[in-house]
């Protein structure tokens, strides 16, 4: 299913669930995972100003510059499955349960039908990676548009299969209904045989807060018993081959040099490799212990430049 890229990559069994900040993505890779998929609705969209392209590796400088091309955010399958695609990953924060929630919010389905693909770089579009509390102002909402879209397409398809007005259409319960006929199909009836690419909008009819019923509301967590038994992986349980782990010995002040460092004991350690490049020094090991072990041995002595205080520092960075 997946490929091996320029950098490592760590894979999660049976989510396909990638956790690396960088890789590249193989349009192959995309289109055999989609023919794993088979048919349904492929939810696509694209940013006018976007400068940054995942595939050639340039990014941009904010969540607003995003790929030109971001494609494969949802995917509806024939049996009802929901796939969505996120660049974003679950390192305890609980959005795995909090997007799935808006892609049901909005998609008009249960949580359990929704499956997140997290993190994997050769899948997912780029939004800058997990950091900063973004996920649920940035991820969230585009999820919600997403999804806000697929239910429009569906009621499209409805619609035209019907040969009536979209407008008297309704979504709910994974199904299209049409109230005057009496008549229903759901999605896996609507989308297959078929692959429709649908682009956003550029205002979406999302549903408020006051009418939300699945979001924002109490749910029991996606995945929660594997989270307290500790079955779980978080992206530190990965483990590639000929992986090794870094520990930087770190300066003791910003600006400082380095003079001398002491690092024989730190050597003589099984694996261990010792990095100096500069100013900059470290250590390498086969297991993370073992190098924070050997960070801890290396003796360095630095020339340290004057420090801001505290009390100073606001001013010093009003002024500079």
């Not at 890779?29 to 392209?53: E, H, N, S, W």
């Not at 929660?224 to 992986?243: A, E, I, Q």
Request: charged share 25%; with cysteine.
């Amino acid at each position: 299913m997946t490929r091996k890229a320029d950098f490592a990559v760590g894979l999660e069994p049976e989510r396909y669930e990638l956790h690396s900040p960088v890789s590249v993505i193989f349009e192959s890779d995309r289109r055999d995972f989609f023919r794993f998929l088979g048919a349904g609705i492929f939810v696509a969209c694209t940013a006018p100003k976007a400068t940054a392209l995942q595939e050639s590796g340039r990014r941009g400088g904010s969540e607003d510059n995003l790929p030109q091309d971001i494609d494969a955010w949802m995917h509806i399958g024939e049996k009802g499955e929901i796939t969505v695609f996120t660049g974003k990953v679950e390192v305890g924060q609980n959005i795995r349960t909090s997007l799935s929630q808006a892609v049901a919010e909005e998609l008009r389905v249960s949580i359990e039908s929704v499956r997140l693909v997290m993190g994997d770089t050769q899948l997912v579009p780029f939004d800058m990676g997990t950091f900063g509390s973004r996920t649920t102002p940035v991820m969230n909402l585009q999820l919600r548009r997403v999804s806000a879209a697929a239910r429009d397409a569906l009621i499209g398809i409805a619609a035209k299969q019907w040969n009536v007005d979209p407008e008297r259409l309704s979504a709910a319960n994974g199904k299209i209904y049409d109230a005057k006929s009496n008549r229903s199909a759901s999605y896996s009836e609507l989308v297959k045989g078929q692959q429709i690419t649908q682009l956003l909008p550029t205002e979406d009819p999302l549903i408020p807060a006051t009418q939300w019923k699945v979001a924002g509301q109490p749910v029991s967590k996606v995945d929660g018993r594997d989270f307290v038994t500790g079955k779980h992986r978080y992206p530190s349980d990965f483990r590639l081959p000929d992986m090794l782990y870094g520990k930087v010995v770190r300066p003791s002040s910003f600006g400082a040099t380095l003079l001398s460092a002491e690092t024989r004991e730190a050597s003589q350690m099984e694996g261990v490799t010792v990095v100096r490049d500069g100013d900059f020094l470290a250590v390498a090991a086969p297991a993370s212990a073992m190098a924070e072990k050997a960070a801890a041995t290396i003796k360095a002595e630095w020339k340290s430049q004057p420090q801001i205080s505290n009390k100073e520092l606001f001013e010093y960075l009003k002024k500079t």
